[in-house]
């Protein structure tokens, strides 16, 4: 998928993706959005009005209200790229979050996820 097509695709399509991927794993949607509350500083009501506006994902990360400072910390790789080397800003925001979701998926504790 071409970086620019995941930027405009709505956040409300990427985001029921994550909630199978913890799901499958035993993981659950409130820890989904956990880490995206923690990540990008959205409040509950924010994300689920983003949903619901179907907002495009560039825009979601773009306007979020607190980016966590210690996402910084967010290193390792996603499909093979190593997301503390991405130059895009935007597209290194959306590989943190893939990233965390991985590390969720892959059975690793809250704490660790949200670096605390």
């Known amino acids: ?24 794993k035993g993981r659950t949607k409130d820890e989904v959005d956990q880490i995206i509350r923690w990540l990008f ?11 619901q506006k179907e907002t495009s994902f560039e825009s979601f990360i773009r306007n979020c209200p607190r980016p966590n400072p210690a ?5 390792g790789s996603v499909c ?3 997301v503390q080397d991405i ?14 979701i991985d590390e969720l998926a892959k059975g690793k504790a809250m704490e660790k996820i949200l670096r605390s």
């Open 71 to 75: 996402r910084m910390q967010i290193t």
């Open 1 to 24: 998928m071409a970086a620019h097509s995941i930027f405009s695709m709505s956040f409300a399509r990427v985001y029921p993706l994550y909630i199978q991927k913890a799901e499958r």
């Open 87 to 100: 130059e895009d800003p935007i597209m290194r925001e959306i590989r943190y979050l893939d990233k965390l």
């Open 41 to 51: 500083g959205y409040d509950q009501q924010g994300i689920e009005s983003h949903l």
């Open 80 to 82: 093979g790229v190593r």
